[in-house]
């Protein structure tokens, strides 16, 4: 069974500054992907980005940016000059290539404090 | 981009009642459709897998006579949550598969509130 960790329910954070939100995983699957979203206030699930376990390099997308550690089992989202507009839930989420099902961690809340 | 939408967005019912929720894909065929519940401060957990044409496949601990899931069509998901209980208070998305860039992306829909008084 598949399983995802964030021991961060809540972080506070300086607008403009780097923020680091933890996701560590437990798979018995060679294959499989990792996700990230951002849940607003508002309830929609926004996909932030991908990494594959097989990918060789770190997934970045904008200010988004994954600190992909297979060997640990941790997939960190890395958030560059944070906003405002950054405050919210952030799930990880994992999915097996034979599954479709994603499987989410319990969040972090993150706030951007101006 | 693949959009997925919900409907109703909020919903209100007693006690007892049925209530219909809707999700669609609206620019992509989605064989595959999720519905997800997610409980205040909480995450979200798959309720049951849609499949297009077949029976869907429910999650443990999910009672399949309660949550009628129905996906008659490539782009169409109907959830129903038959005699509904305050305890069924909580917000319900779905979200859809689709094959993007050689791989499958799972597309959110915005979630619908339902509240049962």
């Known amino acids: 069974a598949q399983k995802i960790t964030q021991t961060q329910p809540g972080m506070f954070v300086q607008e403009k500054e780097a923020v680091t939100l933890d996701c560590t995983y437990d798979t018995s699957d060679q294959s499989y992907g990792l996700f990230w979203y951002k849940q607003p206030s508002s309830g929609e699930m926004i996909f932030l980005i991908y990494q594959g376990s097989y990918d060789e390099q770190n997934a970045t997308e904008g200010r988004y940016s994954l600190n992909f550690q297979k060997a640990r089992k941790s997939a960190n989202l890395v958030i560059s000059a944070s906003q405002l507009g950054d405050s919210a839930m952030y799930f990880c989420?994992?999915?097996?290539?034979?599954?479709?099902?994603?499987?989410f961690g319990t969040g972090t809340r993150l706030t951007i404090i101006p | 981009g693949a959009v997925v939408s919900q409907h109703p967005s909020r919903v209100i019912c007693k006690s007892g009642t049925s209530v219909k929720i809707e999700c669609r894909s609206l620019?992509?065929?989605?064989?595959?459709m999720f519905w997800y519940r997610q409980f205040p401060k909480q995450s979200l957990m798959l309720m049951a897998t849609?499949?297009?044409?077949?029976?869907?496949?429910?999650e443990q601990g999910v009672e399949k006579d309660k949550f009628l899931i129905n996906h008659a069509s490539l782009t169409l998901s109907t959830l129903t949550v038959t005699s509904a209980h305050p305890e069924d208070s909580s917000f319900y998305i779905c979200?859809?598969?689709?094959?993007?860039?050689?791989?499958?992306?799972?597309?959110f829909g915005p979630g619908t509130r339902l509240t049962v008084t």
């Open positions: 620019d992509f065929q989605a064989t595959t």
């Open positions: 989420a994992m999915r097996d290539f034979g599954n479709e099902k994603l499987t």
């Open positions: 849609s499949n297009e044409g077949s029976k869907a496949t429910y």
């Open positions: 979200s859809a598969n689709s094959h993007v860039a050689g791989r499958d992306e799972q597309y």
